[in-house]
């Protein structure tokens, strides 16, 4: 009884680390995606925050630094409720203001179990429009968090391979 009770524990273990980042909130940033569709291009960066109880995006931000627009800043310190898409489990908004008479739309696709999202957006003024796409990569993610996960699954894995090879031994 014993060790049915321990490996129980230990599966529960695992399975409560290996979502401890699906419930957690996420600050998410990024940096250096390149504008396109302008002269000399430039540099778009962006930050939000996703409260995965509420389902909300705050601190929204996006900086854009060009030769044709200048050093242009957005935020927006609300909330903004997500739209949830059920075919892929992702969170989205879509948010649009107008800043010294430039049209900035910024859209973010969030995945809470994965802990990426892409961001695409466009900055235009009467006479210029410039576009970005940023797509994060797995590795973007926090080192510590991968890291503490993946050293309670090689400790499960030893756990279980050891049981397996006791067992074998025994009968």
């Known amino acids: 009884m014993s060790r049915s009770l ?12 290996l979502s401890l980042s699906a419930y957690a ?25 996703f409260n995965s109880s509420t389902h909300q995006f705050s601190d929204i931000s996006v900086s854009f630094v060009s030769t044709v627009f200048g050093d242009v800043n957005a935020s927006d310190s609300g909330s903004i409720n997500g739209t ?18 430039d049209l900035i739309t910024y859209d973010v696709v969030y995945n809470p179990t994965t802990n990426q999202f892409t961001a695409s957006g466009s900055i235009q003024n009467l006479w210029n429009q410039g576009n ?17 996960l993946s050293g309670i699954s090689l400790f ?16």
């Open 6 to 17: 321990k490996l129980a524990t230990v599966c529960v273990i695992s399975l409560l680390a």
């Open 25 to 49: 909130n996420s600050n998410d940033s990024f940096q250096n995606a390149v504008l396109t569709g302008v002269s000399h291009g430039g540099d778009v960066s962006g930050t939000f925050d």
């Open 84 to 101: 949830y898409n059920p075919g892929n489990g992702t969170w989205s908004f879509k948010w649009q203001t107008i800043k010294n008479w």
């Open 132 to 148: 970005f796409n940023y797509m994060q990569v797995p590795e973007g993610g926090n080192a510590l968090t991968y890291l503490l």
């Open 156 to 171: 499960v894995a030893f756990f279980t391979s050891r049981k397996r090879r006791h067992a074998m031994r025994v009968s």
